[in-house]
């Protein structure tokens, strides 16, 4: 199946900093990438759906200034998590579609856990 | 009413059992249907998709869609420990959007 990858997988920061994860898809080209967040034994929460040269579309109640998403390339995108507070520590997804497939599925990338102290 | 609705469980079903999990979904030109697993710590990962009514079939794993009760399942044959994880039930209609379910919690007893 198509490959997602996401770096870092962990990773621990001091409050007010910003840390910066990317998500890179490996055999196929991603217009549409999506960003979740998931919380300690809560489901997906899609925070907002990067387009590869354009603004990302945010959801409902996500700072669009806090949590920076650049898409730059068919490959990949970027969150930002800008001056990081103890509570934006989370489990953070991407995944992409293939549309070339046009199966609808998502890959996952293997997540980033963000630990802000 | 939420888009996508699981039942949180947990779902507890001994060894060598069938576990049964279930899915219901408010938007009636949803189009694909999928299930993923989803290990504790981990990303989902998917296991199963099914586009149009009836049952699919992969290995112990069975999928079963009805878009007339607009509801669709996952059977679990011979469940082993290692089958213990949340399930999501997604569903697609077409748009860039996927709906997650909030998942059901399997635990598989040895």
């Known amino acids: 199946g198509a490959v997602v990858s996401q770096h870092p997988s962990r990773v621990i920061c001091k409050s007010g900093t910003s840390v910066k994860i990317e998500c890179r898809s490996l055999d196929f080209q991603a217009t549409t990438m999506f960003w979740y967040r998931q919380f300690p034994k809560q489901s997906l929460m899609l925070m907002a759906t990067s387009n590869e040269g354009s603004k990302a579309t945010y959801e409902q109640g996500v700072e669009k200034d806090k949590f920076l998403i650049n898409h730059a390339s068919l490959t990949l995108s970027t969150l930002t998590v800008t001056s990081a507070h103890p509570e934006d520590s989370s489990f953070y997804i991407c995944?992409?579609?293939?549309?070339?497939?046009?199966?609808?599925?998502?890959?996952f990338g293997e997540g980033s856990r963000l630990t802000v102290l | 009413q939420k888009e996508v609705e699981q039942n949180s469980g947990p779902l507890s079903v001994p060894e060598g059992a069938i576990a049964s999990l279930n899915c219901t979904y408010s938007d009636r030109v949803s189009q694909s249907f999928f299930w993923y697993r989803q290990y504790s710590g981990k990303s989902p990962e998917l296991i199963m998709s099914i586009y149009s009514n009836g049952d699919k079939e992969d290995g112990r794993f069975t999928a079963q869609l009805n878009k007339a009760s607009q509801y669709v399942s996952l059977l679990i044959r011979d469940s082993q420990p290692s089958d213990s994880a949340t399930y999501l039930c997604a569903v697609n209609t077409g748009g860039f959007k996927t709906i997650f379910g909030a998942g059901t919690r399997l635990f598989v007893k040895a």
């Open positions: 995944s992409a579609r293939d549309y070339q497939r046009n199966t609808g599925e998502l890959f």
